[in-house]
């Protein structure tokens, strides 16, 4: 079984081209987050120059951003309902939810 076809039936993915979109996906939002950091830290500090608690502050407050980011283009790419349910399922997990399904 190859690593597609793992991810395709961990995921309940129904093609490897559904699997392909949203591991595009995943990159699109990661990328767009690389290219967002340089001008955050660039208005938020004085030369650049990053302390301990800017990143603090930074690596908490970019999860929402980095969830809304990702349902934006999963949105453009045609996975919502996948990336909706995969924030739902993140969720549970962060606050220990139990699982209702």
Known sequence: MSWLDR????????????VFIVLIVFACTGFTVLFLKRPVVSFFTADGEQNIWFSLAYYILILPI????????????????????????????????????
């Open 7 to 18: 991810l395709q039936a961990r995921w309940n993915l129904k093609s490897s081209f559904q």
């Open 66 to 101: 980095y969830n809304l980011i990702l349902l934006f283009y999963g949105f453009v790419f045609g996975q919502f309902r996948f990336f909706w349910a995969f924030e739902k399922r993140m969720f549970r997990r962060l606050t220990g939810k139990k699982d209702n399904a």
